[in-house]
């Protein structure tokens, strides 16, 4: 009962807030820098990282939190629409020490059978749509090359 509870409480996203930028790992403290320079460097914004940009979240089945930055929740004073756009926002995601991003309107974590599999809402586009054609991708971690393996479905 334990463990089931405790897999249960590791695989749901938890938002996390980094008090200092520095507590974030490496490569995602790079990604807020970048962001803070971006807003520095137009009209000399100030940059906000707001509630729910870092998120706690199982993304590969081993029980432990991997790191998730969402820029959705990135804000600049003197650009309201510099970190997202028609196609959504860049959501980073760590897994032990890969990184990977991707252009996303929003993103869940999920169980399929024994496998935890990334749902994301993209743009239109990847589906041959144009901006509102609802379109998802769903990937999941390979463990053994260590990155992420999705597919294009092959519908009859």
């Not at 990282?49 to 706690?56: H, Y």
Request: net charge negative.
């Amino acid at each position: 009962m334990a463990a089931a509870l405790l897999a249960t409480i590791t695989a749901l996203p938890v938002p996390a807030f980094a008090s200092e930028i520095s507590e974030l790992p490496e490569k995602l403290q790079e990604k807020v820098v970048q962001a803070q320079q971006a807003c520095s460097d137009f009209e000399d914004g100030q940059f906000s990282l707001e509630w729910g940009a870092v998120t706690r979240v199982d993304l590969d089945g081993d029980l432990r939190s991997d790191w998730v930055l969402n820029e959705m929740f990135f804000t600049c004073s003197s650009a309201v629409s510099l970190y997202c756009g028609t196609g959504g926002c860049m959501s980073h995601f760590l897994v032990g020490d890969e990184f990977a991003s991707l252009l996303n309107r929003g993103w869940d974590v999920v169980d399929l059978g024994p496998n935890r599999v990334l749902l994301t809402d993209v743009h239109g586009s990847q589906c041959g749509g144009i901006d509102p054609t609802p379109c998802v991708t769903a990937s999941m971690w390979d463990k053994e090359t260590a990155q992420w393996r999705s597919t294009t479905a092959e519908w009859e």
